[in-house]
């Protein structure tokens, strides 16, 4: 240590570990760059030339979150190598919504000492998270802010940035009465509700290595299971299937997103166990004594992303999905909506008890 650093590091921020922890990452952020980018780590800012010309339009589209109170479940379960996984996905899938292919994603990570292992974890999954994505991880900043946090906690959050031709933004004004909406598994919880996850399993007394019910994982691993990223997924259908509309589910469940897309005077109805329920959703409903509407004025359910399509391509983008890996469901059809309807998500819950 020199002495020109010496009374920073004795008021609690040490330059040389934050020195060194951007040498340690350095190759790990690289593995993640694209043709486009030109610059590497540390510079002031992070350089991408924009490719369009396949192009005729091309509009920019961008999104930012964080991943909220799942960080305290995070720090109690010692758990940091999912928490980039999620960071990434709230960004880059909302910005797919519009049909926009992700570009560059840029982090920021505070805490108020950096412990460089921790951070690493955390890092590395942003690192898969922009694998996933199909983006670059272009940049981003680490900050040592000493009694802002307290001992072992962090903060992060995300900016995504992605490219759409204007003929093609998906806004969700092709959707149709007649139209087929379709969901797309969720890997868990995601990264909402957490708030009300926490509580319950404080209340069940649920500790990190605790199995937990109807599955064979630890309650760590379900309750902190990182958000599925479908960057792959959609773009594939987005080639080959016209897609009319696209919703991720996030904070407000299906009854605060569905109706981000949906035309004036049309609305979603609902055909609830059309597709399969977690345990973690059934648990978290006992556990809270809680009504399947209720969950889905909070959770996913099950649930992570809709496109909505024409009737006749249900079936096929289903099949397109589960041949990828994933799990797809025909969940609902796009109505009219009537004078006397009072919301724009109607789910019919016939032969569920709720």
């Not at 670059?136 to 759409?164: I, N, W």
């Not at 990264?191 to 630890?218: C, H, I, Q």
């Not at 059309?274 to 006992?286: A, H, K, Q, S």
């Not at 024409?310 to 289903?318: I, L, N, R, S």
């Amino acid at each position: 240590m020199t002495d020109r650093a010496k009374a920073y590091t004795e008021a609690g921020v040490d330059i040389h570990a934050g020195n060194a922890f951007v040498s340690r990452i350095k190759d790990m952020v690289a593995s993640t760059f694209t043709g486009g980018v030109i610059t590497d780590i540390g510079g002031f800012g992070g350089l991408f030339k924009l490719d369009t010309s396949s192009m005729e339009e091309p509009v920019l589209v961008a999104g930012t979150d964080g991943v909220g109170t799942k960080l305290n479940l995070a720090f109690e379960y010692d758990v940091h190598d999912t928490i980039g996984i999620d960071l990434v996905a709230m960004s880059v899938n909302d910005i797919l919504v519009q049909g926009a292919k992700p570009l560059f994603f840029l982090d920021y990570f505070a805490t108020g000492k950096l412990e460089g292992d921790r951070a690493t974890q955390v890092l590395a999954g942003i690192v898969e998270g922009c694998k996933q994505g199909e983006c670059a991880l272009l940049g981003g900043e680490t900050a040592e802010m000493p009694d802002f946090y307290k001992p072992g906690e962090y903060d992060v959050s995300g900016f995504c940035v992605g490219v759409v031709d204007n003929a093609n933004i998906v806004d969700g004004s092709a959707i149709r009465a007649g139209d087929a909406i379709v969901g797309l598994a969720s890997s868990g919880v995601h990264s909402n509700g957490y708030s009300l996850v926490r509580k319950l399993a404080k209340e069940a007394g649920f500790g990190k290595d605790d199995a937990f019910p109807g599955t064979d994982k630890t309650a760590a691993e379900v309750l902190l299971e990182p958000t599925r990223i479908y960057v792959k997924t959609v773009r594939a259908l987005m080639r080959e299937m016209d897609i009319h509309g696209m919703c991720h589910v996030t904070g407000g469940g299906f009854y605060d997103n569905i109706p981000r897309i949906l035309p004036r005077g049309t609305k979603a109805e609902i055909n609830f166990g059309t597709w399969d329920i977690l345990p973690v959703f059934t648990w978290l409903m006992n556990q809270g004594k809680l009504t399947w509407p209720e969950m889905l004025q909070i959770f996913n359910c099950g649930i992570g992303y809709i496109v909505v399509v024409p009737q006749e391509q249900a079936e096929d983008v289903v099949s397109r999905v589960e041949g990828m890996g994933e799990k797809a469901y025909v969940i609902g059809t796009v109505e009219r909506l009537k004078g006397d309807d009072a919301e724009q998500v109607i789910v019919n819950f016939e032969d569920a008890a709720c």
